[in-house]
């Protein structure tokens, strides 16, 4: 799933009770850390990875 800021406010939205104690964990986010966060490098590694695993899968058929 390619992570936009539509895909992050929807999971904000479904991780209510997470994001309420997210002070409390090391690696929970807070909403504003979800929204401030720039996607796109981590967008582009999952086209790549997928790009690969299609080429992959592909060899196989």
Known sequence: MELTSEVVELLIQHSEVELNDAHNYK???????????????????????????????????
């Open 27 to 61: 690696f929970v986010n807070t909403r504003e850390e979800l929204r401030n966060h720039d996607y796109q490098e981590m967008n582009q590694n999952l086209f790549i990875f997928l790009d690969k695993l299609k080429e992959e899968y592909s060899k196989r058929s």
